[in-house]
């Protein structure tokens, strides 16, 4: 049977790629795009579309732009990915800065993980759980069978629509159309995941998480939590269950899978701990009480538990801007742990804010000579540079980074800025238009390349490459104006 939602996934696919808006395509005989061979999406295709979805989703919600927690649940993600069911697989994870205990897997791998589900994990297993989970719905491709949607959507439409969907926002920013098509019900209201594919993400998800060392039992342990959260508390459940329903039943029957794999004693990494506390500073909105918690915790537990309680304790510190209270703490933890990068970070930016910004680059120089794989250290690096007028050393420091990592809205805009300081209009507005692009901001992009192509006008090379990405931006911008 053909099922109407695989019309509208590859109408909305060849809209993007052939630009046809010929009638019949529904009498074209489909395969099934449940069957996992991934027959009806090719991959360039579900890029193409997991592109959209990011666009949208940093349209509509704030990421995480902090480059340590960042690369923690980039190193995370991948370490479970590298052992999934599709260890190929170009999987992309990212934080939503949010406190509703919510993940989620969009089209082409692109996983979020909310803050608020961080917090709310008591080991770093309980984490690798919900991201196990979250990938095997993406290598068993129940996304493509849960969106269910008659209506012929075109693909920024589709991904504004599954971000929306999948967040549980129905923001402004969530594109007109997609909202449209939501409130009309004219697009199914949530995405369900059914309970087979939940069993099913739950078994390869736990295949996973034993292959990658973490403890299997932190499965079942996190979603009754979750579950009784939703009971006892009143507030309704956690969103994490409006898209991934949890029975007792499926507890029930993790459990039981989970006992197959014997007990495990795992151990949360440092940076786990280190992130999660750097996650409860930057949420909270009164920092005297972060304060006050981190100063209970000082003396309690391991030697490592200690530290990581000063670690919070200076960031709240730094947060509420008493740098004399932070400087001290960050430099007795970097004595006492010199091999542990967010240490010394910590205490360069502390530096910096507060006003010691010599001392502050030194700390920063001496990190990225310690720790040259880490691109955390060289951003926080460059943006010191910028900040302290050193356009052409900052830029060294970002383009070192754009290597490897290609798509952050955030170090464009950096870079944008370094050029803009060295008297590069042309390269200022193009890295600029590549930030708003990505942060779905069409008109802005479009804007920016009309100011690139007008001071780039003797680069006949630069002006070339402006103007193609220009007329595929334009191209963008008439589809999301159709719906
Ligand atoms: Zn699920």
Known sequence: MLRPHLVALILLISTLSSQAETGNEQDINLPNIGDSTGTLISPIQEQQLGRAFMRSVRQQTSISQDPEIRDYIDA?????????????????????????????????????????????????????????????????????????????????????????????????????????????????????????????????????????????????????????????????PPEFLRTHPVTSARIADTRSRSEKYGYRQVTDSIDYLLVKAKLLVLSDKNSRNTIKLFKKRLTRGTSEQKDVAQYGLALAFHKNEEFSNAIPLFRKLVEKNPQQPHYVTALAAALFEGGEHKKSLATYKSAIEHFPALLSIRQSYGEALLRSGQ?????????????????????????????????EAAQSHRHLAESYYLNGRINEAIRQLTLAQKAAKNDFYLLTQIEERLDLFLKIRKMMRKG
Do not use: C, W
């Open 76 to 236: 995370i993600g991948k370490r479970l990915g590298s052992v999934s069911d599709s260890p190929t697989y170009p999987f992309h994870f990212f934080i939503v800065m949010n406190p509703a205990i919510n993940a989620f897997a969009g089209p082409g791998g692109y996983i979020g993980v909310h803050s608020g589900l961080i917090l709310a994990t008591e080991s770093e297993s309980e984490l690798a759980s919900v991201i196990a989970h979250e990938i095997a719905h993406v290598t068993q491709r129940h996304l493509y069978q849960a969106f269910e949607d008659s209506k012929r959507l075109s693909l920024p439409t589709a991904a504004a629509t599954l971000a929306a969907l999948l967040i549980g926002s129905q923001s402004p920013e969530a594109g007109q159309a997609a909202i449209m098509a939501i409130q009309a019900g004219s697009v199914q209201h949530q995405i369900n995941f059914t309970r087979d594919n939940e069993k099913e993400a739950d078994s390869i998800g736990m295949q996973t998480l034993a292959r990658s060392n973490y403890d299997p039992h932190s499965m079942p342990l996190f979603f009754e939590k979750l579950q009784q959260s939703s009971r006892f508390y009143g507030k309704g």
């Open 391 to 423: 356009a052409k050393k900052a830029q060294q420091q970002f383009l070192v980074i754009d290597r490897y990592i290609l798509t952050s809205p955030e170090l464009y805009r950096l870079i944008a800025r370094t050029y803009k300081l060295t008297g």
